[in-house]
Structure formats: structure tokens, C-alpha cells
């Protein structure tokens, strides 16, 4: 009789533990966190933690031609210090790993195999000079450039003599003119039809790579993601992966698109500004909480605040407010004025705190000694430090102003 209970409690508990949210944030490894990484990962976290999911990180690995190396562990590192933590993921083991996606080809591989074995995708034996032609044809001809499925239609025969010869292929999945229907968690209906633009996608390189879009909807499915939230970006491409979940007869996980972050007066933020990387904020001296309050602060997800410079949240109180249903769907704009404003609350919640209060003497004691190697009769002592901070800390903005030459 026990042995039933303990077997019914235990399914139970499975099938609660399954239905608990699962999200991730799946950069590539090709350069620094930067400020739309840094949303994307935050909203994601904040959204397990008001659910008591959990949030895995995912390494997109796959496009090899890209890869920085050194960028994952500093990745890592980034959303250590912002106060993001992961649940699982590289360094991280859980029940569903690897979690980096060069390590997890095998996994494609038998994925693919099920869908050439239903029909649902083909090799494709196009050369790249055959492409090229396709490509000016259509430009020439003022279309859009697509791939023309010639592939789809060669018989097994043609097929099974082509492998013989060893002549290189990718694979690519078979698009059907059927629509499915996208939800999105903050833009609502989203209507696209695939194959109206677009010709069969490549699912496997002839490198054996995968693409992005397969990796990523075969991970999910086997990570057991339950929301994808990412930047608008995918939004396009999230009809696609429809199709593949679908043709893997797999339910897809719910889809929330971000909406772009901007600088204030609209514009594009651009990597190429190479001021938007988390780095560059950290080296200037801005506290993590500070730049999280900062980046939800464009976007939206939170209870309405009349005042958001007078106000910093912790992580947890963050966790607590945050709905999806409140993040905006038009492009969040950026406010600079209003990261000093949110750092100079920082340290003055730090100058109030005593444990804190020690750490950032000891903060601004490193800061002078850099800023003057060559002198031995600097005063560094704990009160002088605290005097200065606490004359000077409605006007703070950064402690590194204290040293700067300006001042
Ligand atoms: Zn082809």
C-alpha cells in the first residue's frame, strides 16, 4: 500500500515540478554583454523568480565563424555582478544539459533524422554558386531573394546517388503555406506567413553544424522552456519555429517579444557606440542595481511609478512586481539623467547602511591610491572618508568624482 502512495506522490510532484516556468536567456558567445543582452537576461530572470521558475543560461555556439573566445566566462561574470543568477547552465549542471550547444550535436543529429525520416525536411545538394545565381535572378528581376525548393522535388534514387558521390549538402525543413497562429505575450496577435517570403530553411549546414533556428527550437523543447522572452528581433522568425515545433509534433513553449531598446530620442542603440557594453559601465563605477533600475525603467513590467528617480528597487522587489502583461510594446527609451540620478541613491543607501558603508570607504580608500601612487601622506582614514562622503553624497554621482581631475 505504501509503495502506491509514495509512486502517486512522487508523479504528483513531477507533474508539478514540470509545470513550474522555465526560462533562458541563449546569447552567442561573440563579444560583451551589453545593454539589450543585459534586459533580455534580467526580464527573463525576473520573471522566474515572480513565478519560482527557474532561469537557465543557454550558450548559441553554433555559428563557429563567430565565436570570441574568452566571451561565455565573461559573460557569466556580467550577469554575476548585475545579480542575476543562474539556475542552470554551463558551470551550472542540470538535469538537461549540456548546456552549450556545440556540445550537443549529437542531440541534432537525431533530431534531424526524425524529420527526414517523416518527410518533413531533405537534403539539399545546391551549390553555392547556384545560390549566388538565384540570388541576383531575383534582384535583378526587383523579388525578394529566396531559395526555389528546387531539392525538395529529387527522387530517393537521385538522392542515394548524389550521398554515393559524397557530394556536399545541407538539410533543409519543408514550410508549409499553413499559418500557425502566434500569441504574443506582449504584442498580441501576430500574424506571418512563412513560406509567402521565404524558401525551404536550411536546418543543418554542410558543415554539420545546425542553424540557429533549429538548435534553438530543439533546445527549448528538450530544456522544457516554458516562456521565450527575446528581443522583437525574432519576432519574425518565431513563425517559423512554429512550424518546426508543429512538424516535431511537440507543444511550443508561450512567446513574448521584447520591444527595442532605444536612446532617448529614438535612435538605434549601437554596439558600434561602444558605450552600451555592461563593462564600460561597470569600469566608470556605476553599482549593479543602479543599471538594472536604469534598464526596467525604459521598458516597463512594473507597478506605475509617478517618480522612478526618487525610487530603487531591490532585486526582489523587482521580482515581486514584475508582470509581462506591463512591459510596453512600443520601443523603450533609454534616459542617461536617469542613471546618475539612481546611482547617487545607491550610494547614499550604501552611506546608510553599516556593513555597506565599510565597503565603500574601503571602495573610495582604493580609488585614492590610484588616483595618487606617488603620495605617502594621504589621510585614509575611515572617519575623513565617511566626512567627505557624507558632505558631499547629494552631489555624488559616482565615486569615482571624488578623484577625477575635474573636482
Ligand atoms: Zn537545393
Given at each position: 500500500?505504501?509503495?502506491?502512495n509514495?509512486r502517486?506522490?512522487l508523479?504528483h510532484f513531477?507533474?508539478?515540478?514540470?509545470?513550474k516556468v522555465?526560462?533562458?536567456?541563449a546569447?552567442?558567445p561573440?563579444g560583451?554583454l551589453?545593454?539589450?543582452?543585459l534586459?533580455t537576461?534580467?526580464?527573463n530572470?525576473?520573471?522566474?523568480?515572480h513565478?519560482?521558475?527557474?532561469f537557465?543560461?543557454?550558450?548559441e555556439d553554433?555559428d563557429?565563424?563567430?565565436?570570441v573566445p574568452g566571451a561565455?566566462?565573461?559573460?557569466v561574470?556580467d550577469?554575476?555582478?548585475a545579480?542575476?543568477?543562474?539556475d542552470e547552465?554551463?558551470g551550472?549542471?542540470?538535469?538537461?544539459g549540456?548546456y552549450?550547444q556545440?556540445?550537443?550535436r549529437e542531440?541534432?543529429?537525431?533530431a534531424?533524422?526524425?524529420?527526414?525520416?517523416?518527410?518533413?525536411?531533405?537534403?539539399?545538394?545546391?551549390?553555392?554558386?547556384r545560390?549566388?545565381l538565384?540570388?541576383?535572378?531575383?534582384?535583378?528581376?526587383r523579388?525578394?531573394p529566396?531559395?526555389?525548393n528546387?531539392?525538395?522535388?529529387l527522387?530517393?534514387?537521385e538522392?542515394?546517388?548524389?550521398?554515393?558521390k559524397?557530394t556536399?549538402?545541407?538539410i533543409?525543413?519543408k514550410?508549409?503555406?499553413?499559418?500557425?497562429?502566434l500569441e504574443?505575450?506582449?504584442y498580441?496577435?501576430?500574424h506571418?506567413n512563412?513560406?509567402?517570403?521565404?524558401?525551404?530553411?536550411?536546418v543543418?549546414?554542410?558543415?554539420q553544424?545546425?542553424?540557429?533556428h533549429?538548435?534553438?527550437?530543439?533546445?527549448?523543447h528538450?530544456m522544457?522552456?516554458?516562456?521565450v522572452?527575446?528581443g522583437v528581433?525574432w519576432?519574425?522568425?518565431t513563425?517559423?519555429?512554429?512550424l518546426l515545433?508543429k512538424a516535431?509534433?511537440?507543444?511550443?513553449?508561450?512567446?513574448?517579444?521584447l520591444?527595442?531598446?532605444?536612446n532617448?530620442?529614438?535612435?538605434?542603440?549601437s554596439k558600434?557606440?561602444?558605450?552600451?557594453?555592461?563593462?564600460?559601465f561597470r569600469?566608470r563605477?556605476?553599482?549593479?542595481l543602479?543599471?538594472?533600475n536604469?534598464v526596467?525603467?525604459?521598458?516597463?513590467?512594473?507597478?506605475?511609478?509617478?517618480?522612478?528617480?526618487?525610487q530603487l528597487?531591490?532585486?526582489?522587489?523587482l521580482g515581486?512586481?514584475?508582470?509581462?502583461?506591463?512591459v510596453n510594446s512600443h520601443?523603450?527609451?533609454?534616459?542617461?539623467?536617469l542613471?546618475?540620478?539612481l546611482n547617487?541613491l545607491e550610494?547614499g543607501k550604501?552611506?546608510?547602511?553599516?556593513?555597506?558603508r565599510?565597503?565603500?570607504?574601503?571602495?573610495v580608500?582604493?580609488l585614492?591610491?590610484?588616483a595618487?601612487p606617488?603620495?605617502?601622506n594621504l589621510d585614509?582614514a575611515?572617519?575623513?572618508?565617511?566626512?567627505v562622503l557624507?558632505?558631499s553624497?547629494?552631489?555624488?554621482?559616482l565615486?569615482?568624482?571624488?578623484?577625477?581631475s575635474n573636482?
Open positions: 500500500m505504501l509503495k502506491i509514495q502517486f506522490l508523479r513531477l507533474r508539478h515540478a514540470h509545470n522555465r526560462v533562458r536567456f546569447p552567442s561573440t560583451h551589453h545593454l539589450g543582452g534586459r537576461a534580467l526580464y530572470f525576473l520573471y522566474a523568480r513565478l519560482g521558475g527557474k537557465l543560461l543557454r550558450i553554433t563557429q565563424t563567430r565565436l561565455s566566462e565573461r559573460l561574470e550577469l554575476r555582478w545579480g542575476i543568477e543562474i547552465g554551463p551550472f549542471e542540470g538535469e538537461v549540456p552549450v556545440s556540445h550537443r542531440i541534432y543529429s537525431k534531424i533524422g526524425e524529420l527526414l525520416q517523416n518527410g518533413r525536411a531533405y537534403r539539399c545538394f545546391c551549390t553555392e554558386r545560390l549566388d538565384l540570388r541576383k535572378e531575383a534582384l535583378r528581376t523579388q525578394v529566396r531559395y526555389d528546387k531539392c525538395r522535388h527522387t530517393a534514387t538522392t542515394e546517388a548524389l550521398l554515393a559524397g556536399p549538402h545541407c533543409r525543413f514550410l508549409t503555406d499553413h499559418e500557425e497562429p504574443d505575450l506582449i498580441g496577435s501576430v506571418h512563412v513560406s509567402d517570403t521565404e524558401g525551404d530553411p536550411v543543418m549546414k554542410s558543415d553544424f545546425p542553424t540557429y533549429f538548435a534553438n527550437v530543439v533546445d527549448d528538450l522544457g522552456i516554458t516562456h522572452l527575446r528581433e519576432q519574425i522568425s513563425t517559423k519555429h512554429l515545433y516535431f509534433g511537440w507543444q511550443p513553449p508561450k512567446f513574448g517579444h520591444p527595442l531598446l532605444v532617448a530620442d529614438g535612435t538605434k542603440l558600434r557606440q561602444g558605450d552600451i557594453g555592461i563593462q564600460h569600469q563605477g556605476y553599482f549593479p543602479a543599471l538594472i536604469y526596467v525603467s525604459a521598458g516597463g513590467g512594473f507597478e506605475h511609478r509617478t517618480n522612478a528617480k526618487q528597487l531591490s532585486m526582489q522587489e515581486e512586481q514584475f508582470q509581462i502583461e506591463r520601443p523603450s527609451r533609454l534616459n542617461p539623467e542613471l546618475d540620478d547617487r550610494i550604501r552611506l546608510s547602511g553599516k556593513e555597506s565599510g565597503e565603500l570607504v574601503k571602495q580608500q582604493d585614492v591610491k590610484e595618487y606617488k603620495h605617502s585614509l575611515e572617519d575623513h572618508i565617511l566626512d557624507n558632505w553624497s547629494q552631489r555624488l554621482t565615486l569615482q568624482d571624488l578623484t577625477s573636482n
